[in-house]
T-cell receptor
C-alpha cells in the first residue's frame, strides 16, 4: 500500500543546531507539504512543492528550508534551531486538490 | 490572514447526543472543503470532502457535512456520538487558485459517558 512516512518520530536538539526532518511518500503525488502544529494555531503551512525542483514558502517559512530533488522526498531543514520551533511537524502529499495524505508526525524539541 | 475559522475550541457532548462542529471560510468563491480527524499522537485522517454538486456530503464513521454558500460555512454533523469519536477535528480549505491546504485551528471533542 502507498504511504507517507516521516523520520524521526521524536527528536531533541540544541539551540543553534541544524536539523533535517525526512518525509518520504510512495503515492507518486506531485504536491508535498510541511506543516507545524501548535496549540491554538492548528496546522500552519511552512513550505510546499508542486514537483521536482519546485519549492514555495508558506505562512510560517522563516528559519526553514526545503528541497525537492525527486518525487518521493521533501526534507525539511531548520537552519539554526530555535526554541520557538519546538512543535509537532507533519508532512503531507496530494494529487491536485483531491485529498491530502498525512504522515504520523515528528515531535521536535529544541532545548 | 486566517482563511478558515473554527469558532469552537473545545466541545463536550454526552455519548449518544448529536454533534455539530462549525467551520467558516473567508473566500467568496467556492473552494474545495474538507474535514479531517486527528486522534491523540496520530496523523490526520480524512472524514469527508466537498468539491461541487450536492451540498450535503456523507463521510466515514457516520459523519456528514453541509455546504452553505450563503453563509460560507461547512459544518460537520453526527446524529449520535460514540466515545471513540473523542478527537481533534480540523476543517480545511483549498482555494480555487493553487493546491495548498489551509487548516482551521481545530475543535477538540470530549465525549462523556
Amino acid at each position: 500500500d502507498a504511504e507517507i512516512t516521516q523520520s524521526p518520530r521524536h527528536k531533541i536538539t540544541e539551540t543553534g543546531r541544524q536539523v533535517t526532518l525526512a518525509c518520504h511518500q510512495t503515492w507518486n503525488h506531485n504536491n508535498m507539504f510541511w506543516y507545524r502544529q501548535d496549540l491554538g494555531h492548528g496546522l500552519r503551512l511552512i513550505h510546499y512543492s508542486y514537483g521536482v525542483q519546485d519549492t514555495n514558502k508558506g505562512e510560517v517559512s522563516d528559519g526553514y528550508s526545503v528541497s525537492r530533488s525527486n518525487t518521493e522526498d521533501l526534507p525539511l531543514t531548520l537552519e539554526s534551531a530555535a526554541s520557538s520551533q519546538t512543535s509537532v511537524y507533519f508532512c503531507a502529499s496530494s494529487q491536485d486538490r483531491l485529498e491530502a495524505f498525512f504522515g504520523q508526525g515528528t515531535r521536535l524539541t529544541v532545548v | 490572514a486566517q482563511s478558515v475559522t473554527q469558532p469552537d475550541i473545545h466541545i463536550t457532548v454526552s455519548e449518544g447526543a448529536s454533534l455539530e462542529l462549525r467551520c467558516n471560510y473567508s473566500y467568496g468563491a467556492t473552494p474545495y472543503l474538507f474535514w479531517y480527524v486527528q486522534s491523540p499522537g496520530q496523523g490526520l485522517q480524512l472524514l469527508l470532502k466537498y468539491f461541487s454538486g450536492d451540498t450535503l456530503v456523507q463521510g466515514i464513521k457516520g459523519f456528514e457535512a453541509e455546504f452553505k454558500r450563503s453563509q460560507s460555512s461547512f459544518n460537520l454533523r453526527k446524529p449520535s456520538v460514540h466515545w471513540s469519536d473523542a478527537a481533534e477535528y480540523f476543517c480545511a480549505v483549498v482555494r480555487e487558485t493553487g493546491n495548498q491546504f489551509y487548516f482551521g485551528t481545530g475543535t477538540s471533542l470530549t465525549v462523556i459517558p
